[in-house]
């Protein structure tokens, strides 16, 4: 069992920066995947950004180029630098991880608000 403990979020003014980082408690054997969806308002839940503990990243279309994740094994954390943060942005994120190719192996934060306003 995995637990996920997210923080970071907030409120922000458009053009500005919000880092999301994401603890893991627990184990999942194997290769994993783990990093950040967000649900905004009017559409289904969305990738962000995600790295497997092997470092390879995958990043949403709206947002590559101007987020950047990372991923610490030894501290089991993840970490999600947002800049150029555009009010499109605003949503609920969540933190997520996964065995590779295993959906029924998952766990999700609860989510963190993130809020692009002027």
């Known amino acids: 069992q995995v637990q996920l403990l997210e923080s970071g979020g907030g409120l922000v003014q458009p053009g500005g920066s919000l880092r999301l980082s994401c603890a893991a408690s627990g184990t999942i054997p194997g290769a994993t995947v783990m990093g950040w969806f967000r649900q905004v308002p009017g559409k289904q839940r969305e990738l962000v950004a995600t790295?497997?503990?092997?470092?390879?990243?995958d990043y949403g279309d709206s947002v590559q180029g101007r987020f950047t994740i990372t991923r610490n094994n030894y501290k089991n954390t993840v970490d999600l630098q947002m800049d150029s943060l555009r009010p499109e942005d605003t949503g609920v994120y969540y933190c997520?991880?996964?065995?590779?190719?295993?959906?029924?192996?998952?766990?999700w934060g609860q989510g963190i608000q993130v809020t692009v306003s002027s």
């Open positions: 997520k991880i996964q065995r590779r190719m295993t959906p029924a192996m998952a766990a």
């Open positions: 790295v497997t503990s092997g470092g390879t990243t």
